[in-house]
């Protein structure tokens, strides 16, 4: 007798909820526990810590009641570290501290270096970025099932590094036609179980607001820089010999701090205004076996969020960085809803290959090393 | 250990990880395992062992629900939603729970510490020493790469001098040492740069860095070559090299045990920069200088000489991202105040270079080996020059005396004024860019009293020199004897940038600061200047008048009082203090302090014909007959 005919009619579908159950205990007291572990193991423990953490964040968020779950290992991720780390890290790094005291004086030299390690970079980073949700959709399961993301990274890497090249040169109004691409290329690869994700987005109703984040980036450091200027240029005013005694006092360096901040934090409101549009578009235009997505993010829950975040991440010198981790993931998993009903049944196990006790190369190479 | 079963029915949902679908199930806390019902069944479908359990998070006592699955990757899962449950479980299934999970994290760790551990004590133990190693290894060709953007980085906007007597002179001493040094003298390269601060450093690949301070800070050319001896010691053992080497590999260390958790930073070029030798580098480049100085028959005296002149500092050298920087910061707290010329140039070496009383003592324990000049007087001058003339030493203090108030300043002798002029205009037709005679010129205007005339010199000078803090006070000062008073304070400041313990320059902008008013300013100047020399006699007395100024009366008798201790020739101090004594009604001492002031000679200080004449007139005005 098989469990499939044991098995009891489901009750009839109502949509499928998506709900944040904290876990007991929060996050500080795990936080803290971790920061002094990797101290004491001179950092190798992060990466156990890491783990830990996101298994309670997993382990939050439910579906009809039932919590996601997260089976990735804290030896991968430090495998995954060594490989990027002694294949990757160190040879840059040996090559950009090596190369300017050997060849330092040719400029036209290392320029074209410089240029190289950049592409490099870029590309590498549209890999890992790639490699990474990849790692961590593979490591997710629900009721068993698990998570994928299927394709190579090489195509995904190709289109980020050519649209981050782009970027300077469209003076960033490339920016929510590459999201949108972005986006579409990992989504559409996204499955659950042997079902992929729909995304139907498009780049056009994002330019709606974005042409005034663009303006106002415009705006605001003109204004930045002409304010500072004056407070700066005042002190030239009134000496006809030599420099002044003091271009760069106590009250001058804080009247720049402050027009700074009030900048940026205009320009974050404004920018929050615009990502929240655009989160809320992402998601209504994400379909998973034809039920759309919903999510009801606002402007100032939004700004709230990133600033505590920000303040918690950087006050904390990220020791505390598992905490605002928890908190964005709660904030969207909060405002997330699934409409319609999924019909579960129809939705088999992810047929990509199982990690096998040993490992093979292409496993070791889905790093998460970031 | 085994529980007795739990005969309680939890409910459960089970999924069984080939479709996304949960069946209501019932489970129970049997003996060898957890025994699944699915819903409606009577006898047990599944047991889970205990041993095989893994849960999706750390099990705690009071976990409100539970998610399992089998070991190492069981699609099938369960859920049970009661905490009653979770705490059951636990006892059974102690693996799950969160200190023995973190337990089995800590594994690898531990061995990274362990190993890291093991590596340490091997290096101390067996005294190895890794990266000068690895330096060894490098080519020659490599190491004078890496010298030459050291020497780049750190010397990049001054000026490198290469007067042809110079050069040859420090080419002579530079190959005296090395072919003394050893038989098959690696090539050496000696840069003199023109730079006001005290120091010589050894850069990779045989290159080493004198600075112009250092040469003109010397008393004898056998203190070079004392340092320069040192220098060439740390470029046979490669302490340069190997501290770079050192430098990238502790950035890679870090690099790979803060990487994991983004934020920490390391700062490449901070370390980098820091070209600091550990006490035994510095022994080991001290015995190497003796060794060479003897070897090529040069007296150590000089280079024990040379130390000694620069007073020795046992506290903790700081941190310095970029010697480049003059250091304005340095505010030593040096009580005993022997040295007469700017300090702050001399501590850079002490920095860079940490001196103990051992060193000194290694190296005044030398015997006497006969010994001849290491260079001669011709080669010595050309060496000093090498960057332009040298500079006349800042007028030590005690001619600045401070200006007094309504009595203009006595004259001295003119005839020798006029004679220094006329010798001095001779000299700059010949070559008018002199700047040792423009100053000679403008101190003899200063003089007579032609202060407009002294002002023009000053401002070239300053021109040609701008790096020369004396020059920049007497610009101040004739700034303030014509008024210009925030021109002076400019010119003073300057020169307090470039020499943080030129007492004169902060004297004159004390005084600046109070002929305009600005009495908080004058005394915290005063204070400063207290602090740098304690036994400069007029930054009391300035301060002392500031005092007077801002009304604080018992401050200013207290610092009359300091001055007094100074000096107890000081007729002002006295006249001063007398003065505060009759406003606040001691008239006893008054008159005491006033007859002090009488007594005390007059020409010594410029206020002496001043305090002398109000102190008869206070006299006169007590009843009292002056002496």
Redesign the interface.
Known sequence: ?S??D???A?PPAAASRITW?H???GFLGLSL?NGL??I??????????K??VR??I??AVRVD???L???GT??EL?RG?LIV?FLV??PL??IT?VA??????RPVGRGAIESLIWIVLFSLWGVGIHRARRYRLSRT?????RAGLSGSSAPFAWTYLWTTLLIPLTLGWILPWRAARLHQALFNETH??DKAFVFTGRAGPLYKRFWLVWVSAIVLFVVVSTAVAGVVGMSYTG????PP?NPFTWDKIAAIVAIVFAALLIFAMIRAWYSSRMFNYFASETTYQGCRFHLATTVPSLVWLVASNYLI?TLS??LLSPIAEARATRYIIDRLSLEGP?E??????NPDA??T?GEGLAEAFNVDAF | MSMPSDPTLYSA????????????AKARLGEAGIEIF????RRV?LTWPYSELQS???L?A????V?L?LK??????L?V?NSAFSQGLLARAGALSPAR??LL??R???A??AV?GAIAATVVLLDLHPSQTVARLLPQQ?RE??G??VV?QLTGHMKQCETGPGRQALDRLARRLTTAASDKPAPIKVVMIDWALVNAFAAPGGQIIMTRGLVQRAGSPDEVAGVLAHEIGHTIELHPEAGLVRA?GL??AA??????????ATN?GLLLTQLRYTRVAEREADAHAVRILKSAQISAKGFGDFFERLEPKISNPQTKTDPAKTDEGNKSDDKKSTSRGSRIFTTEILRTHPLTTDRLALVRAQPAYAATPSLSDDDWRALREMCGPAPVIAPRPGTKAAPTPGQPAPRPPVAEADREIAEATQALQANPDDAAQLQKRARAYTKKGQHTEALADYVKATQLRPSEAGLHVGRGAAHYSLKQY??A???Y??AIRLDADNVAARNGHGNTNRALKRYEEARSDFDSLIKLRPTFVFGFYNRGLTNVDMGRLEDATRDFTSALGLDKDYAGAYTQRGLLYEKTGARDQAIADYRAAIAAPAAKYESGPWAQRVARERLKGLGVAAP
Do not use: C
Not at chain 1, 344 to 349: D, L, M, N, T, V
Not at chain 2, 38 to 41: Q, S, T
Not at chain 2, 255 to 264: E, H, K, M, R, V
């Open positions: 007798m469990l499939a044991s098995l009891a489901a159950v876990p007991p205990g526990l572990l990797r004491l193991t001179l950092g190798v423990y992060h990466f156990w810590g783990t830990e298994q309670r997993w382990s009641g039932e919590p779950e997260y089976r804290g030896s430090f570290f780390f890290l160190l790094g040996l501290l300017p005291l050997l060849w330092g004086a399961r629900w009721r068993g099932i659950f179980g000496r006809t010999a030599g005694a991440r010198l990220t999924v579960w049944q129809a939705i088999g196990q199982l990690l006790r | 949902k089970l999924s069984d990880g080939r479709t996304a679908t949960s069946l209501a699915p819903a409606g069944e479908a999706s998070v750390p705690i009071h976990a409100p629900d998610l699955s190492p990757n069981g699609s099938q899962t859920f939603a999970q973190r994290g800590l690898p760790g531990i990274a510490v890291a490599t790469a890496m030459h953007s780049a990238m950035a890679a690099q790979l045990i803060f990487a994991g958790s983004t934020g920490t490449i925030e021109l304070l400019v010119a400041d300057e």
